[in-house]
């Protein structure tokens, strides 16, 4: 190999540094907006999180970028924190265990929405009041930040697609500028003088000029592996299909639903009436488990979960007097008594005394999308199954469908509105009717959501 070549390979490497460069800028431009971050906080964090050094349900986030040492692990941790716990990240693992092994949920939040809300954080402000965590904002939040990463991707696409244009233009050139050198040594006129590289990217240039099927080929590969990255990045953009958080207590709906028939309505109590399905208080399973003290898979350990949040003595048969302000120790003994015979038990249920269950939430949708279980399954009269799959076989509940925006929007295409036998559209019939006609529905065309106007944004957001 000659010195010339070895002098371009030289600087096709500082070109692929160069890419590279470019490529990780290009996805830490997006700064953070504490403005936006205020909101995006209140509306996700602030039930468990101050933004002081105060302890909640979860660390007090002051100065909480100087305790991670990567920027991209706390940006991992926070979309999925049960994921980057199995990297086995000893900092995490750690922090988890100090707060009892309770779960932070999932985020559907892109890097530029946590860069906004770590620069809510760092910029400080008084205690936000949890009590309004949820009242605040339900405007367009996490919207912009999802712009800022497709940006990214396109342009990181953009600047690769200028580059391998750049390339293939310069050997077209090269070509044709040989091309005339042999006419015109043909016709013996002067040659083309030769070009005098100016700079790295000149020269670099030229050698891929002079080498068009290794260029191709760069172009090629490059490029298609940057559409792949950048088709997986956006279909991921926010989907957590098969998440699965551990639960404070094993609660299995296995044994429950399956096993022991009990129906979805009687813990998911206002699934029929509200928005929101529910999870039941510890008061609705102590119905059952003041007489049921112990599981089949898991003897008494889980089920003495309950007890201890909840303040029931598993021996007396009674609940503990003023249990909130018990000492801790009395109640150690009765919970070690209790357990004795199993080992190991004791340990597990300790963290759990004088404190409530906080159960690791399975499904979030972003605060910017309206969605109303009261519709679907009253209304709608879909099966839960449809959207959950077959809960009753879970042993620890995951998420079945991807919650995107395009599966809503697909099952709003092809499924028929209930009218017949529905109280809901008692009124509502002649209505439709009168606009669409009998004679479509007659016809045998389906009546779907869409012509009830369900494909309409402000159906869906705020
Ligand atoms: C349901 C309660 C809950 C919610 C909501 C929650 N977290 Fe957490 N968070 C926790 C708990 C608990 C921990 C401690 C680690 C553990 O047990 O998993 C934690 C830990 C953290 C940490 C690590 C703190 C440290 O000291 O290193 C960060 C950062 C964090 N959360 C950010 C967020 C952000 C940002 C949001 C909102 C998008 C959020 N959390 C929402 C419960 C929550
Ligand atoms: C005995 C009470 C009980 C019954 C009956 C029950 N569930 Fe649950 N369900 C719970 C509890 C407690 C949780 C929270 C813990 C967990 O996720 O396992 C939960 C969680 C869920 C979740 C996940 C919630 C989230 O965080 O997003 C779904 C979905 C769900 N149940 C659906 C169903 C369906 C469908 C049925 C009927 C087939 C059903 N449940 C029957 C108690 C019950
Ligand atoms: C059309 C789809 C659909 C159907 C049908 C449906 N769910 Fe859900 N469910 C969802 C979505 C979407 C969420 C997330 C809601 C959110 O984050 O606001 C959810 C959340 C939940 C939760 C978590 C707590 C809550 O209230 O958000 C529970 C529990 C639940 N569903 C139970 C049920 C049960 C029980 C049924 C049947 C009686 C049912 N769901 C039927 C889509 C559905
Ligand atoms: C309608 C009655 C009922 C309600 C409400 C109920 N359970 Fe249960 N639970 C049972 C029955 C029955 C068993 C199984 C006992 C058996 O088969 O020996 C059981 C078993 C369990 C077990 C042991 C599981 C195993 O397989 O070992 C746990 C843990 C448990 N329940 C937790 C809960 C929690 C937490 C709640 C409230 C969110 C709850 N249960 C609500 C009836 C109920
Ligand atoms: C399995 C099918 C299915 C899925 C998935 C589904 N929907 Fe629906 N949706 C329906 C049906 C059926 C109705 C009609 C209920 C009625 O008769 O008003 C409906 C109605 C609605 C309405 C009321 C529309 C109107 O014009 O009154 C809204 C809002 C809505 N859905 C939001 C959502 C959102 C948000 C999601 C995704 C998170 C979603 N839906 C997922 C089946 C579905
Ligand atoms: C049937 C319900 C439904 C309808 C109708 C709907 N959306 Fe959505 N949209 C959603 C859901 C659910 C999400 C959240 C998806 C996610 O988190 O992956 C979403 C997310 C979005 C986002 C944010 C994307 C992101 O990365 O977070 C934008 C922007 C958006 N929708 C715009 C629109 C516009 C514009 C329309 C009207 C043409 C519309 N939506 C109609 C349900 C709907």
Known sequence: MNSEKSFTYHHLKALLVAFLLVISTSQTWADGNPDNGKTLFKANCARCHNITDQKM??????DVKSRWTDEANLHAWIKNSSD???????YANKLFNDFNGSQMPAFALDDAAINDILAY???GETAVDPSQATDEGGGNKTTGGGKNTNRNIIIVILVIGAIVLLVVARALSNVSRSMENISRKETGEDLHPERTPFDFFTNVWNWLGAHKKFALFLGIILSSWLSYEAFVALSKLGVYQGYKPEQPIKFSHVTHVKQNGIDCKYCHSTVEKSRHAGIPSSN??????KAVNEGPKTGKGEISKIYAAIGWNPKDLKYFENYSSMNRDQIRDVFKDWLADEPGAFENVEGQIQQPVQWNQVHVLPDHVFFSHQQHVKVGKVECAECHGKIEEMETVEQFAPLTMGWCINCHRKTEVQFASNGYYDRL?????EHYGEYEMTKGQAFTVEKIGGLECSKCHY
């Open 429 to 433: 019939h002649n209505y439709y009717k």
């Open 121 to 123: 954080i760092e910029k």
């Open 84 to 90: 980057f716990l199995k990297t086995g990240d000893k």
């Open 284 to 289: 609705v399973c102590m119905n059952c488990h």
């Open 57 to 62: 349900i979860g660390p007090g986030l002051k």
